[in-house]
Protein backbone atom coordinates (compact mmCIF):
# COMPACT_ATOMS: atom_id res chain seq x y z
CA UNK A 1 0.00 0.00 0.00
CA UNK A 2 1.50 3.22 -1.32
CA UNK A 3 1.95 5.86 1.94
CA UNK A 4 3.42 8.61 -0.26
CA UNK A 5 1.21 10.74 0.72
CA UNK A 6 0.82 12.21 3.55
CA UNK A 7 -2.92 11.35 4.41
CA UNK A 8 -1.76 7.81 3.23
CA UNK A 9 0.70 7.68 5.85
CA UNK A 10 -1.45 8.99 8.40
CA UNK A 11 -4.60 7.08 7.78
CA UNK A 12 -2.03 3.75 8.17
CA UNK A 13 -0.90 4.55 11.15
CA UNK A 14 -4.66 5.42 12.48
CA UNK A 15 -5.40 1.83 10.75
CA UNK A 16 -2.40 0.66 13.13
CA UNK A 17 -3.79 2.16 16.10
CA UNK A 18 -7.52 1.09 15.30
CA UNK A 19 -6.26 -2.50 15.17
CA UNK A 20 -4.12 -2.44 18.08
CA UNK A 21 -7.28 -1.32 20.32
CA UNK A 22 -8.66 -4.65 18.22
CA UNK A 23 -6.12 -7.14 19.27
CA UNK A 24 -5.98 -6.22 22.96
CA UNK A 25 -10.06 -6.90 22.85
CA UNK A 26 -9.43 -9.81 20.71
CA UNK A 27 -6.53 -11.51 22.71
CA UNK A 28 -8.59 -10.91 26.01
CA UNK A 29 -11.17 -13.62 24.61
CA UNK A 30 -8.12 -16.54 24.71
CA UNK A 31 -5.47 -15.03 27.00
CA UNK A 32 -7.78 -16.34 29.71
CA UNK A 33 -8.38 -19.43 28.95
CA UNK A 34 -4.66 -20.83 29.76
CA UNK A 35 -4.46 -19.32 33.56
CA UNK A 36 -8.04 -20.84 34.71
CA UNK A 37 -6.40 -23.63 36.09
CA UNK A 38 -4.67 -21.12 37.95
CA UNK A 39 -7.34 -18.68 39.32
CA UNK A 40 -9.43 -21.82 40.08
CA UNK A 41 -7.04 -23.02 42.76
CA UNK A 42 -5.62 -18.86 43.65
CA UNK A 43 -9.41 -17.64 44.24
CA UNK A 44 -10.64 -21.36 45.50
CA UNK A 45 -13.25 -21.10 42.44
CA UNK A 46 -15.51 -23.88 42.16
CA UNK A 47 -15.51 -25.31 38.79
CA UNK A 48 -19.62 -24.20 37.98
CA UNK A 49 -18.20 -20.88 38.87
CA UNK A 50 -15.26 -21.15 37.26
CA UNK A 51 -17.37 -20.37 33.58
CA UNK A 52 -18.25 -17.23 34.67
CA UNK A 53 -14.79 -15.94 34.13
CA UNK A 54 -15.09 -16.57 30.71
CA UNK A 55 -19.07 -15.85 30.47
CA UNK A 56 -19.58 -12.76 32.35
CA UNK A 57 -16.70 -11.23 29.39
CA UNK A 58 -18.94 -12.77 26.53
CA UNK A 59 -22.33 -12.09 27.55
CA UNK A 60 -22.23 -8.42 27.72
CA UNK A 61 -20.00 -8.22 24.65
CA UNK A 62 -22.06 -9.92 22.54
CA UNK A 63 -25.36 -8.31 23.51
CA UNK A 64 -24.09 -4.96 23.16
CA UNK A 65 -21.99 -4.87 19.83
CA UNK A 66 -24.68 -3.91 17.90
CA UNK A 67 -26.39 -1.27 20.14
CA UNK A 68 -22.60 0.30 20.24
CA UNK A 69 -22.49 0.32 16.95
CA UNK A 70 -25.44 2.71 15.87
CA UNK A 71 -24.49 4.55 19.08
CA UNK A 72 -21.30 4.78 17.38
CA UNK A 73 -22.93 6.44 14.21
CA UNK A 74 -25.09 8.79 16.18
CA UNK A 75 -22.17 10.21 18.60
CA UNK A 76 -19.08 9.76 16.06
CA UNK A 77 -17.27 6.41 15.74
CA UNK A 78 -14.06 7.76 17.14
CA UNK A 79 -15.78 8.86 20.25
CA UNK A 80 -17.52 5.98 20.80
CA UNK A 81 -14.06 4.26 20.61
CA UNK A 82 -12.36 5.80 23.17
CA UNK A 83 -14.71 5.50 25.50
CA UNK A 84 -14.86 1.73 25.01
CA UNK A 85 -10.67 1.62 25.11
CA UNK A 86 -10.98 3.44 28.60
CA UNK A 87 -13.61 1.55 30.25
CA UNK A 88 -11.72 -1.58 28.92
CA UNK A 89 -8.27 -0.82 30.16
CA UNK A 90 -9.98 0.42 33.64
CA UNK A 91 -11.42 -2.74 33.97
CA UNK A 92 -8.26 -4.64 33.14
CA UNK A 93 -6.52 -2.70 36.00
CA UNK A 94 -9.61 -3.97 38.46
CA UNK A 95 -8.98 -7.40 36.58
CA UNK A 96 -5.52 -7.89 37.52
CA UNK A 97 -6.30 -6.23 41.11
CA UNK A 98 -8.74 -8.79 41.80
CA UNK A 99 -8.41 -10.40 44.93
CA UNK A 100 -11.83 -12.12 44.85
CA UNK A 101 -13.94 -14.30 42.79
CA UNK A 102 -16.71 -11.60 43.04
CA UNK A 103 -14.60 -8.46 42.15
CA UNK A 104 -12.84 -10.28 38.95
CA UNK A 105 -16.09 -11.71 37.17
CA UNK A 106 -17.59 -7.84 38.01
CA UNK A 107 -14.59 -6.34 36.09
CA UNK A 108 -14.69 -8.85 33.99
CA UNK A 109 -18.00 -8.09 32.85
CA UNK A 110 -16.97 -4.37 32.37
CA UNK A 111 -14.02 -5.48 29.98
CA UNK A 112 -16.94 -6.97 28.49
CA UNK A 113 -18.92 -4.05 28.07
CA UNK A 114 -15.89 -1.85 27.37
CA UNK A 115 -14.57 -4.46 24.36
CA UNK A 116 -18.36 -4.00 22.86
CA UNK A 117 -17.87 -0.22 22.72
CA UNK A 118 -15.00 -0.19 21.39
CA UNK A 119 -14.72 -2.87 18.78
CA UNK A 120 -18.44 -2.21 17.23
CA UNK A 121 -17.11 0.91 15.81
CA UNK A 122 -14.00 -0.09 14.46
CA UNK A 123 -14.63 -1.51 11.05
CA UNK A 124 -16.29 1.04 9.95
CA UNK A 125 -14.38 3.54 10.32
CA UNK A 126 -11.62 1.53 8.59
CA UNK A 127 -14.00 1.36 5.31
CA UNK A 128 -14.67 5.25 5.67
CA UNK A 129 -11.27 6.31 5.97
CA UNK A 130 -10.12 3.80 2.94
CA UNK A 131 -12.43 4.49 0.30
CA UNK A 132 -9.85 3.48 -2.67
CA UNK A 133 -10.98 0.07 -3.43
CA UNK A 134 -7.52 -1.78 -3.50
CA UNK A 135 -6.23 0.19 -0.32
CA UNK A 136 -9.97 -0.81 1.51
CA UNK A 137 -9.70 -4.71 0.90
CA UNK A 138 -5.30 -4.29 2.09
CA UNK A 139 -6.75 -2.48 5.05
CA UNK A 140 -9.40 -4.85 5.17
CA UNK A 141 -6.90 -7.56 5.40
CA UNK A 142 -4.54 -6.21 7.91
CA UNK A 143 -8.34 -5.91 10.00
CA UNK A 144 -9.17 -9.28 9.51
CA UNK A 145 -5.69 -11.10 10.47
CA UNK A 146 -5.90 -8.49 13.63
CA UNK A 147 -9.28 -10.40 14.19
CA UNK A 148 -8.81 -13.74 13.79
CA UNK A 149 -5.39 -14.37 14.22
CA UNK A 150 -5.30 -12.78 18.25
CA UNK A 151 -7.10 -15.27 19.54
CA UNK A 152 -4.06 -18.07 18.74
CA UNK A 153 -1.76 -15.02 20.52
CA UNK A 154 -3.83 -14.55 23.12
CA UNK A 155 -3.06 -18.44 24.35
CA UNK A 156 0.63 -18.00 23.91
CA UNK A 157 0.76 -14.70 25.85
CA UNK A 158 -1.36 -16.26 28.15
CA UNK A 159 1.23 -19.00 28.58
CA UNK A 160 4.18 -17.12 29.02
CA UNK A 161 2.57 -14.67 31.57
CA UNK A 162 1.34 -17.39 33.36
CA UNK A 163 4.27 -19.76 33.61
CA UNK A 164 6.64 -16.48 34.12
CA UNK A 165 4.71 -14.23 36.24
CA UNK A 166 1.40 -14.72 37.71
CA UNK A 167 -2.09 -14.35 36.61
CA UNK A 168 -2.37 -11.11 37.20
CA UNK A 169 -0.06 -10.19 34.11
CA UNK A 170 -2.63 -11.48 31.74
CA UNK A 171 -4.85 -8.60 32.45
CA UNK A 172 -2.30 -5.40 33.56
CA UNK A 173 -0.86 -6.26 29.79
CA UNK A 174 -3.45 -4.37 28.71
CA UNK A 175 -2.65 -1.16 30.99
CA UNK A 176 0.29 0.01 28.50
CA UNK A 177 -1.40 -0.96 25.48
CA UNK A 178 -4.73 0.35 26.09
CA UNK A 179 -3.55 3.56 27.42
CA UNK A 180 -1.33 4.02 24.31
CA UNK A 181 -4.20 3.30 21.98
CA UNK A 182 -5.89 6.24 23.68
CA UNK A 183 -3.57 8.82 23.50
CA UNK A 184 -2.90 7.93 20.08
CA UNK A 185 -5.80 7.65 18.91
CA UNK A 186 -7.10 10.80 20.38
CA UNK A 187 -4.09 12.46 18.35
CA UNK A 188 -4.50 9.97 15.20
CA UNK A 189 -7.81 8.44 14.10
CA UNK A 190 -9.89 10.70 12.09
CA UNK A 191 -12.93 12.39 13.38
CA UNK A 192 -15.86 11.91 11.62
CA UNK A 193 -19.23 13.66 13.40
CA UNK A 194 -22.34 11.80 14.24
CA UNK A 195 -25.38 11.67 13.10
CA UNK A 196 -26.72 13.28 16.06
CA UNK A 197 -29.98 12.93 18.65
CA UNK A 198 -31.82 15.53 16.94
CA UNK A 199 -33.27 14.04 13.84
CA UNK A 200 -32.12 10.87 14.40
CA UNK A 201 -34.06 9.82 18.23
CA UNK A 202 -32.63 6.32 19.79
CA UNK A 203 -35.36 3.24 19.24
CA UNK A 204 -35.41 2.97 23.13
CA UNK A 205 -37.88 -0.15 22.82
CA UNK A 206 -36.00 -1.43 20.09
CA UNK A 207 -32.21 -1.02 22.12
CA UNK A 208 -33.94 -2.86 25.31
CA UNK A 209 -35.19 -5.67 23.25
CA UNK A 210 -32.03 -6.08 21.05
CA UNK A 211 -29.46 -5.80 23.96
CA UNK A 212 -31.84 -8.43 26.32
CA UNK A 213 -32.30 -10.45 23.53
CA UNK A 214 -29.01 -10.68 22.49
CA UNK A 215 -27.53 -11.26 26.17
CA UNK A 216 -30.16 -13.58 26.89
CA UNK A 217 -29.24 -15.83 23.91
CA UNK A 218 -25.14 -15.60 24.28
CA UNK A 219 -26.01 -16.49 28.24
CA UNK A 220 -28.41 -19.50 27.45
CA UNK A 221 -25.71 -20.56 24.88
CA UNK A 222 -23.07 -20.60 26.93
CA UNK A 223 -24.81 -22.83 29.46
CA UNK A 224 -26.23 -25.05 27.51
CA UNK A 225 -22.78 -27.17 27.72
CA UNK A 226 -23.67 -27.49 31.17
CA UNK A 227 -27.22 -28.34 31.65
CA UNK A 228 -28.14 -29.81 28.33
CA UNK A 229 -29.67 -28.37 25.13
CA UNK A 230 -32.79 -30.30 26.14
CA UNK A 231 -32.80 -28.32 29.57
CA UNK A 232 -35.66 -26.65 30.67
CA UNK A 233 -33.36 -24.05 31.76
CA UNK A 234 -31.74 -23.66 28.14
CA UNK A 235 -35.45 -23.67 26.75
CA UNK A 236 -36.99 -21.45 28.59
CA UNK A 237 -33.80 -18.78 27.95
CA UNK A 238 -33.71 -19.09 24.54
CA UNK A 239 -37.05 -18.95 23.61
CA UNK A 240 -37.47 -15.60 25.73
CA UNK A 241 -34.38 -14.53 23.46
CA UNK A 242 -36.50 -15.58 20.78
CA UNK A 243 -39.24 -13.21 21.44
CA UNK A 244 -37.45 -10.16 22.20
CA UNK A 245 -35.54 -10.83 19.03
CA UNK A 246 -38.55 -11.48 17.22
CA UNK A 247 -40.09 -7.96 18.82
CA UNK A 248 -37.12 -6.44 17.40
CA UNK A 249 -37.22 -6.96 14.00
CA UNK A 250 -41.33 -6.40 14.32
CA UNK A 251 -40.30 -2.86 16.17
CA UNK A 252 -37.76 -1.73 13.32
CA UNK A 253 -39.70 -2.31 10.71
CA UNK A 254 -42.30 -0.13 12.08
CA UNK A 255 -40.21 2.71 13.66
CA UNK A 256 -39.34 5.99 12.06
CA UNK A 257 -36.25 5.93 13.46
CA UNK A 258 -34.89 2.41 13.31
CA UNK A 259 -32.10 1.29 15.44
CA UNK A 260 -30.77 -0.67 12.84
CA UNK A 261 -32.28 -0.78 9.49
CA UNK A 262 -33.43 -3.32 7.64
CA UNK A 263 -32.87 -2.29 4.08
CA UNK A 264 -29.55 -3.85 5.00
CA UNK A 265 -30.74 -7.07 4.77
CA UNK A 266 -31.86 -6.73 1.19
CA UNK A 267 -28.41 -7.17 0.15
CA UNK A 268 -27.40 -10.94 -0.80
CA UNK A 269 -23.96 -10.40 -0.07
CA UNK A 270 -24.42 -9.03 3.12
CA UNK A 271 -26.92 -11.55 4.49
CA UNK A 272 -24.81 -14.32 2.81
CA UNK A 273 -21.65 -13.01 4.75
CA UNK A 274 -23.13 -12.99 8.03
CA UNK A 275 -24.24 -16.56 7.47
CA UNK A 276 -21.11 -17.72 6.48
CA UNK A 277 -19.16 -16.39 9.00
CA UNK A 278 -21.15 -18.31 11.43
CA UNK A 279 -19.64 -21.74 9.78
CA UNK A 280 -15.91 -20.45 8.79
CA UNK A 281 -16.16 -19.39 13.00
CA UNK A 282 -17.29 -23.84 13.62
CA UNK A 283 -14.06 -24.74 12.11
CA UNK A 284 -11.58 -22.08 13.68
CA UNK A 285 -12.91 -22.82 17.02
CA UNK A 286 -12.88 -26.46 16.64
CA UNK A 287 -9.16 -26.42 15.85
CA UNK A 288 -8.80 -23.69 18.52
CA UNK A 289 -10.41 -25.40 21.34
CA UNK A 290 -10.20 -29.10 21.12
CA UNK A 291 -6.78 -28.38 19.10
CA UNK A 292 -5.58 -26.87 22.62
CA UNK A 293 -7.48 -29.53 24.24
CA UNK A 294 -5.40 -32.32 22.60
CA UNK A 295 -2.36 -30.84 22.70
CA UNK A 296 -2.49 -30.13 26.10
CA UNK A 297 -4.46 -33.22 27.42
CA UNK A 298 -3.37 -36.02 24.97
CA UNK A 299 0.27 -34.76 24.17
CA UNK A 300 0.79 -33.55 27.14
CA UNK A 301 2.11 -29.67 26.12
CA UNK A 302 2.67 -27.39 28.59
CA UNK A 303 0.55 -24.04 28.29
CA UNK A 304 3.71 -22.19 26.68
CA UNK A 305 4.01 -25.18 24.18
CA UNK A 306 0.28 -24.69 23.67
CA UNK A 307 0.51 -21.33 22.50
CA UNK A 308 3.81 -21.91 20.37
CA UNK A 309 1.88 -24.91 18.44
CA UNK A 310 -0.70 -22.32 17.13
CA UNK A 311 1.75 -20.02 16.12
CA UNK A 312 2.33 -21.34 12.64
CA UNK A 313 -1.49 -21.23 12.13
CA UNK A 314 -0.63 -17.37 12.93
CA UNK A 315 1.81 -16.69 10.66
CA UNK A 316 0.18 -18.55 7.72
CA UNK A 317 -3.20 -16.40 8.46
CA UNK A 318 -0.93 -13.27 8.70
CA UNK A 319 0.15 -13.60 5.26
CA UNK A 320 -2.41 -14.35 3.27
CA UNK A 321 -5.13 -11.67 4.95
CA UNK A 322 -2.67 -9.42 4.23
CA UNK A 323 -0.84 -10.21 1.05
CA UNK A 324 -2.44 -13.03 -0.78
CA UNK A 325 -6.31 -12.32 -0.07
CA UNK A 326 -6.51 -9.01 -2.47
CA UNK A 327 -5.15 -9.90 -4.86
CA UNK A 328 -6.75 -13.35 -5.44
CA UNK A 329 -10.40 -11.32 -4.91
CA UNK A 330 -9.02 -8.92 -7.70
CA UNK A 331 -8.55 -11.53 -9.93
CA UNK A 332 -11.42 -14.21 -9.45
CA UNK A 333 -13.38 -12.07 -7.38
CA UNK A 334 -14.59 -12.27 -3.75
CA UNK A 335 -17.05 -15.27 -3.71
CA UNK A 336 -13.72 -17.31 -5.15
CA UNK A 337 -11.98 -16.21 -2.41
CA UNK A 338 -14.02 -17.04 0.27
CA UNK A 339 -15.19 -20.59 -0.83
CA UNK A 340 -11.81 -21.39 -1.86
CA UNK A 341 -10.83 -20.23 2.34
CA UNK A 342 -13.77 -22.09 3.48
CA UNK A 343 -12.69 -25.15 1.54
CA UNK A 344 -9.02 -25.21 3.20
CA UNK A 345 -10.82 -25.18 6.36
CA UNK A 346 -12.96 -28.18 5.67
CA UNK A 347 -9.67 -29.82 4.80
CA UNK A 348 -7.71 -28.98 7.98
CA UNK A 349 -10.14 -29.67 10.21
CA UNK A 350 -10.47 -33.39 8.52
CA UNK A 351 -7.05 -34.29 8.87
CA UNK A 352 -7.95 -33.81 12.41
CA UNK A 353 -9.21 -37.04 12.68
CA UNK A 354 -5.96 -38.74 12.02
CA UNK A 355 -4.80 -37.42 15.78
CA UNK A 356 -4.11 -40.64 17.65
CA UNK A 357 -3.40 -40.48 21.48
CA UNK A 358 0.61 -41.02 20.62
CA UNK A 359 -0.03 -38.46 18.15
CA UNK A 360 3.18 -35.85 17.05
CA UNK A 361 2.81 -32.65 16.43
CA UNK A 362 4.34 -31.89 13.11
CA UNK A 363 2.62 -35.48 11.98
CA UNK A 364 -0.51 -34.60 12.81
CA UNK A 365 -0.96 -31.19 13.87
CA UNK A 366 0.95 -28.62 11.95
CA UNK A 367 -0.68 -29.58 9.00
CA UNK A 368 -3.79 -28.63 9.95
CA UNK A 369 -2.65 -25.70 11.48
CA UNK A 370 -1.29 -24.50 8.11
CA UNK A 371 -4.94 -25.30 5.90
CA UNK A 372 -6.57 -23.83 9.08
CA UNK A 373 -4.81 -20.29 8.78
CA UNK A 374 -4.54 -20.20 4.98
CA UNK A 375 -7.97 -20.60 4.51
CA UNK A 376 -8.92 -18.28 7.38
CA UNK A 377 -6.80 -15.62 5.94
CA UNK A 378 -7.99 -16.05 2.59
CA UNK A 379 -11.89 -15.72 3.36
CA UNK A 380 -12.52 -13.62 5.99
CA UNK A 381 -11.18 -10.51 4.39
CA UNK A 382 -13.51 -10.57 1.60
CA UNK A 383 -16.53 -12.01 4.43
CA UNK A 384 -15.78 -8.75 6.01
CA UNK A 385 -15.59 -6.64 2.82
CA UNK A 386 -19.10 -8.07 1.79
CA UNK A 387 -20.97 -7.44 5.30
CA UNK A 388 -19.75 -3.81 4.73
CA UNK A 389 -21.19 -3.75 1.08
CA UNK A 390 -24.40 -1.97 2.00
CA UNK A 391 -23.60 0.49 4.66
CA UNK A 392 -23.91 3.86 4.35
CA UNK A 393 -21.26 5.97 5.93
CA UNK A 394 -23.87 7.25 8.43
CA UNK A 395 -24.84 3.33 9.05
CA UNK A 396 -21.26 1.96 9.40
CA UNK A 397 -21.47 1.12 12.83
CA UNK A 398 -24.71 -0.64 12.91
CA UNK A 399 -23.43 -2.59 9.89
CA UNK A 400 -19.90 -3.60 11.86
CA UNK A 401 -21.73 -4.41 14.76
CA UNK A 402 -23.59 -6.75 12.99
CA UNK A 403 -20.85 -8.55 11.29
CA UNK A 404 -19.19 -8.74 14.93
CA UNK A 405 -21.98 -10.10 16.72
CA UNK A 406 -22.68 -13.13 14.11
CA UNK A 407 -19.02 -13.64 14.97
CA UNK A 408 -19.84 -13.33 18.90
CA UNK A 409 -23.31 -15.42 18.78
CA UNK A 410 -21.92 -18.21 16.04
CA UNK A 411 -18.72 -18.92 17.82
CA UNK A 412 -20.44 -19.17 20.86
CA UNK A 413 -23.15 -21.74 19.71
CA UNK A 414 -20.15 -23.37 17.47
CA UNK A 415 -18.25 -24.13 20.40
CA UNK A 416 -21.14 -24.87 22.88
CA UNK A 417 -22.57 -27.62 20.40
CA UNK A 418 -19.34 -29.18 19.53
CA UNK A 419 -18.30 -29.24 23.21
CA UNK A 420 -21.90 -31.06 24.04
CA UNK A 421 -21.40 -33.69 21.69
CA UNK A 422 -17.72 -34.16 22.12
CA UNK A 423 -18.32 -34.68 25.95
CA UNK A 424 -21.41 -37.06 25.26
CA UNK A 425 -19.10 -39.22 22.68
CA UNK A 426 -16.45 -38.79 25.50
CA UNK A 427 -18.75 -40.50 27.96
CA UNK A 428 -19.99 -42.99 25.58
CA UNK A 429 -16.82 -44.16 25.46
CA UNK A 430 -15.75 -44.27 29.26
CA UNK A 431 -19.24 -46.12 30.25
CA UNK A 432 -18.01 -48.88 26.80
CA UNK A 433 -14.92 -49.60 28.96
CA UNK A 434 -12.22 -47.39 26.48
CA UNK A 435 -9.44 -45.34 28.54
CA UNK A 436 -9.58 -41.86 29.56
CA UNK A 437 -7.85 -40.70 26.52
CA UNK A 438 -8.51 -42.53 24.11
CA UNK A 439 -12.53 -41.81 25.08
CA UNK A 440 -11.17 -37.78 25.16
CA UNK A 441 -9.98 -37.97 21.95
CA UNK A 442 -12.86 -39.37 20.22
CA UNK A 443 -14.84 -36.99 21.22
CA UNK A 444 -12.53 -34.37 20.03
CA UNK A 445 -12.95 -36.51 16.35
CA UNK A 446 -16.74 -36.23 16.80
CA UNK A 447 -16.56 -32.32 17.00
CA UNK A 448 -13.62 -32.35 14.25
CA UNK A 449 -16.34 -33.98 11.60
CA UNK A 450 -19.43 -31.86 12.99
CA UNK A 451 -17.59 -28.69 12.41
CA UNK A 452 -16.31 -30.06 9.00
CA UNK A 453 -20.05 -30.26 8.24
CA UNK A 454 -20.43 -26.82 8.97
CA UNK A 455 -18.40 -25.09 6.78
CA UNK A 456 -19.09 -27.74 3.68
CA UNK A 457 -22.62 -26.23 4.26
CA UNK A 458 -21.25 -23.01 4.38
CA UNK A 459 -19.88 -23.64 1.00
CA UNK A 460 -23.26 -23.98 -0.32
CA UNK A 461 -24.24 -20.65 0.56
CA UNK A 462 -21.58 -18.92 -0.11
CA UNK A 463 -21.99 -20.71 -4.00
CA UNK A 464 -25.51 -20.01 -3.89
CA UNK A 465 -26.34 -16.37 -1.82
CA UNK A 466 -22.92 -14.20 -3.45
CA UNK A 467 -24.01 -12.91 -6.25
CA UNK A 468 -21.43 -12.33 -9.70
CA UNK A 469 -21.93 -10.90 -12.23
CA UNK A 470 -21.11 -13.10 -15.78
CA UNK A 471 -19.27 -12.22 -18.27
CA UNK A 472 -16.34 -10.38 -16.23
CA UNK A 473 -13.49 -12.48 -14.68
CA UNK A 474 -13.79 -12.58 -11.08
CA UNK A 475 -16.31 -10.02 -10.69
CA UNK A 476 -18.39 -9.62 -7.65
CA UNK A 477 -22.02 -8.59 -9.22
CA UNK A 478 -25.49 -6.86 -8.12
CA UNK A 479 -28.53 -8.42 -8.80
CA UNK A 480 -30.15 -8.31 -11.99
CA UNK A 481 -31.83 -4.78 -11.88
CA UNK A 482 -30.23 -3.07 -9.15
CA UNK A 483 -29.29 0.35 -8.57
CA UNK A 484 -25.36 0.28 -9.69
CA UNK A 485 -25.51 4.11 -8.76
CA UNK A 486 -27.05 4.08 -5.20
CA UNK A 487 -24.31 0.99 -4.40
CA UNK A 488 -21.38 2.88 -5.85
CA UNK A 489 -22.42 6.38 -4.21
CA UNK A 490 -22.55 4.30 -0.96
CA UNK A 491 -20.04 1.30 -0.62
CA UNK A 492 -17.06 0.97 -2.75
CA UNK A 493 -15.93 -2.23 -4.03
CA UNK A 494 -13.58 -4.76 -2.50
CA UNK A 495 -11.21 -4.45 -5.64
CA UNK A 496 -11.26 -2.76 -8.64
CA UNK A 497 -12.61 -5.79 -10.68
CA UNK A 498 -15.35 -6.20 -8.49
CA UNK A 499 -18.99 -5.04 -7.39
CA UNK A 500 -20.98 -6.38 -4.47
CA UNK A 501 -24.47 -5.75 -4.71
Known amino acids: MSTDHPTDRRDMIALYVLCLGMLMIVLDSTIVNTALPVLKDDLEFSDSNLTWVVNAYLIPFGGLLMLSGRIGDLIGPRRMFLWGMSLFTVASLLCGLAATQEVLIAARFLQG ?4 LGSSVILGMIITMFREPRAQGRAIGIYSFVATAGGSLGLLLGGVLTDVLSWHWIFFVNLPVGVATVLLGTRLVPHRPGLGFGENKVDVPGALMLTGGLMLAVYAIVGAEREGWGSSRTLVLAAVALLLLAGFVLQQ ?16 NVTGSNLIVLGLLAGVFSVFFFGARYTGEVLGFSP ?4 LAFLPLTVVNGTVSTKLSQPVQERFGARAAVIGGLASVVVGVLLLLRTPVDGGYVEHVL ?4 LVGFGAGMSFPAIMGLAMSAATPGDSGVASGLINTSQQIGGAIALSVLATFAADRTASELTGGT ?3 EALNAGFHVAYVIAAGIVLATIVVAALVLRVRPGAVGETATPEGSDDRVQDAIAPPLASSARVD
Open 253 to 268: ARTAHPLVPLRIFRSR
Open 367 to 370: PSML
Open 113 to 116: VGGA
Open 435 to 437: NAT
Open 304 to 307: LQIG
